[in-house]
């Protein structure tokens, strides 16, 4: 079984309506990240959480919001979708002691309309 | 502005030469430098990595080579082979921040 799973993989939606994506992972670790990678720009931070208290606005969080329901779990909302939020979404974890490596999930590709 | 560039958005290489990836960055604030590689439909996936404090490091066909001086990163990928055909990601992480470069996507040809 994968160590990081998200879900749903693939999601069409409208402007305007309100989107979760989820993430839990089984690795035990207490870090967790939303990035969104768009064509040449690379992976950019949305928000990440270094445990189930701590939550933190990345470089790009306007528009999202999240919530960490437990350690293992890690959700990205956009309240209201708009068309640029059409992206790739990966969540991620790391274990503080090993040089910044992160985990991934698969992704998940969202299409605002 | 991008503090991480990848300034090749691809490369094409022959299976058993050697691949050359390259990235530059500006921040020298950073202490580990990364490489991620990427399959179709799957998230990234950690490939090597070196401290602040080396100038290389190498795992099988694997090796990163770091120049503080000049900001350059680099990845080694000796020999080729056509599995080795994906996007790499090279990253610059320091406490709880890591930057990504825009990737490039290596083709290896069989």
């Known amino acids: 079984d994968a160590d990081v799973t998200q879900t749903p993989r693939n999601r069409i939606t409208k402007t305007g309506k309100r989107i979760m994506l989820e993430c839990s992972q089984t690795k035990g670790h207490d870090r967790m990240y939303w990035y969104r990678q768009d064509p040449g720009l690379g992976l950019r931070l949305i928000y990440y959480s270094f445990d189930v208290k701590d939550i933190n606005k990345g470089e790009i969080s306007d528009g999202y919001s999240v919530s960490r329901q437990a350690q293992a779990k890690f959700s990205l909302s956009l309240e209201s979708a708009i068309p640029n939020q059409t992206a790739l979404y990966f969540c991620?974890?790391?274990?503080?002691?090993?040089?910044?490596?992160?985990?991934f999930g698969p992704g998940t590709r969202l299409t605002v309309l | 502005d991008q503090q991480v560039k990848q300034n090749s958005p691809s490369l094409s290489v022959q299976e058993g030469r050697i691949s050359i990836l390259n990235c530059d960055y500006t921040?020298?604030?950073?202490?580990?430098f990364l490489w991620y590689k990427k399959y179709p439909a799957e998230g990234p996936t950690f490939l090597i990595s070196?401290?602040?404090?080396?100038d290389k490091n190498e795992d099988g066909r694997f090796t990163v080579f770091l120049n503080k001086s000049a900001k350059h990163l680099s990845l080694h990928i000796v020999p080729s082979q056509p599995g080795d055909s994906a996007v790499y990601f090279c990253a610059i992480g320091g406490g709880f921040k890591t930057i990504f470069g825009a990737g490039t996507r290596l083709f290896v040809k069989a």
């Open positions: 991620a974890t790391s274990d503080p002691g090993t040089y910044n490596e992160q985990f």
């Open positions: 070196i401290s602040s404090i080396k």
């Open positions: 921040n020298s604030m950073f202490d580990y």
